[in-house]
């Protein structure tokens, strides 16, 4: 009777074990059962492959998740633009800050080898080969994967107006986009942003302190009508006003004519303006591509589970492209918790996405505002309005009731609550006087 000992790799509890048994012709005993750390000389496990497509932040998270949680899957991190990681929120601080890229990066280059991440920069994937589980990139290059979790973003709207656009209309996405603004922004030129949503207002901003003569052209008959109540909303006008920006409310862009010397923008209500350079900061489309030619479900997003699996068991996806409950969020913290998720369960993982409350950080003009949840400005019945602090018109807070239950808060010039407000929406909670 031969007594024989092996060793196992549980990939769920990622833990070494060993087990002895007898092997009595048929039947496999095992008596004995240990955990501990691989055997000397014991062959490794097959690592599992993990290839991340697309190095912005849900890319990151989920290559970090999945190194978190597996030791030793290999894990490969495939960047289109041709730089490492950074932080995409604060592009247009590269236009009056004159940030560089290097304050933006969210992970020194160390950090990848450290964390045995392969780092591929400006490298675009071109297809996927499901059956084979294959990527293939623009260049040539073929890589295997295990789990593929797809993290390619999205890119900015552009109006079916300015199909055929020359170098006078931009949009911004990325570090090359803003590099080329700040380029053509040198010394004052006249710039129209098109979109008065937080992006817009942020761009307008900081293109202003860049010295440039700024207009802003909004749809809406009022400034972040979805993130604040009609009162600030006036009062982010008026500091947009004050700051030297003219503000066209209620119209949109109708035509557009770019010539060699400038560029002029028809607005619905019949006024021309001209301009040196327009951007267009109208909404965000997912970059589904990828998933769609290999038939995975998409709609307006890659379809994705509560575990950030797509309709392909082996291809999760996060952030800007995903779409989960039907909702593509376009925010950071959400892409980022998106990817947590995706890594994670990429090597054997569980876990779920749960939706976050959406929320909104501004800081320009000389405004500081954080809103959460719903801003409730003519209470019904069932609903309050519960104001934090000394209402006055440069600083306030409030909390929105329904049936005594917080959903939603807006502070103004005040940081002070956010953290207590976010819990109180968040957790749907009651309000007590004690905050
Ligand atoms: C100027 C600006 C300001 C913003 N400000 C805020 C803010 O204040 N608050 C907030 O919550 N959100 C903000 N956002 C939105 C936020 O940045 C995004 O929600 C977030 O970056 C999404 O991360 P992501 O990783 O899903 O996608 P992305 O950051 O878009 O990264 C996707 C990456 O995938 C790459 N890629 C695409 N296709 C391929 C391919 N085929 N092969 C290889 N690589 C590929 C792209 O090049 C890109 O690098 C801002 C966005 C911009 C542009």
């Given at each position: 009777m031969l007594i024989k000992k092996k060793w196992v790799?549980?990939?769920?509890?990622?833990?070494?074990?060993?087990f002895s048994f007898i092997n009595l012709k048929l039947s496999i005993y095992?008596?004995?059962?240990?955990?501990g750390k691989r055997a000397p000389g014991a062959p490794l496990r097959m690592s599992k492959k993990i290839i991340v497509v697309g190095g912005g932040v849900a890319g990151l998270a989920a290559a970090e998740a999945a190194r978190k949680n597996d030791e030793l899957?290999?894990?490969?991190?495939?960047?289109g633009e041709s730089v490492p990681p950074y932080n995409r929120t604060q592009l247009s601080h590269i236009f009056h800050e004159n940030k560089t890229l290097d304050k933006l990066l969210l992970k020194p280059l160390h950090?990848?080898?450290?964390?045995?991440?392969?780092?591929?920069?400006?490298?675009l994937v071109k297809e996927i080969l499901p059956e084979k589980k294959q990527l293939v990139t623009l260049t040539g290059s073929i890589y295997t994967y295990d789990v593929l979790i797809l993290a390619t973003g999205a890119i900015n709207y552009l109006p079916p107006i300015v199909k055929d656009h020359g170098p006078r209309v931009a949009t911004l996405r990325n570090i090359e986009d803003a590099t080329e603004i700040r380029l053509a922004c040198l010394g004052a030129n006249r710039v129209i942003v098109v979109g008065g949503g937080l992006l817009g207002l942020e761009a307008a901003f900081s293109l202003k302190q860049y010295g440039n003569k700024v207009s802003v052209v909004e749809l809406a008959p009022t400034l972040l009508p979805k993130q604040t109540n009609e009162k600030t909303s006036l009062q982010i006008q008026n500091a947009v006003i004050q700051s030297g920006i003219d503000l066209f409310l209620g119209e949109s862009v109708t035509a557009i004519d770019e010539s060699d010397s400038s560029i002029t923008v028809t607005l619905a209500s019949g006024k021309k303006l001209t301009s040196d350079l327009v951007l267009f900061s109208i909404g965000i489309r997912a970059n589904t591509l990828l998933a769609k030619n290999i038939g995975l479900a998409t709609n307006k997003g890659i379809i994705v589970n509560d575990f950030m699996q797509t309709s392909d068991p082996n291809i999760f996806a996060c952030g800007d492209c995903a779409e989960a409950s039907g909702v593509i969020y376009g925010l950071w913290a959400i892409a980022q918790k998106q990817g947590t998720v995706a890594g994670t369960n990429a090597v054997g993982g569980q876990n779920k996405f749960v939706p976050w409350i959406p929320r909104t950080v501004f800081n320009s003009f000389g405004i500081n505002l954080f809103s959460i949840g719903e801003i409730i400005s003519m209470p019904k019945d069932n609903e309050q309005i519960v104001i934090l602090e000394e209402n006055s018109e440069s600083s306030f807070g409030q909390l929105y009731l329904r049936n005594g239950k917080a959903v939603g808060a807006l502070l103004f010039n005040?940081?002070?609550?956010v953290g207590k407000v976010t819990k109180l929406v968040e957790n749907n909670s009651p309000f007590t006087s004690e905050l």
């Open positions: 790799y549980d990939l769920k509890k990622r833990q070494w074990y060993t095992i008596f004995n059962l240990e955990r899957a290999e894990i490969t991190l495939i960047c950090w990848f080898s450290d964390n045995k991440i392969q780092l591929k920069m400006g490298e005040t940081t002070k609550l």
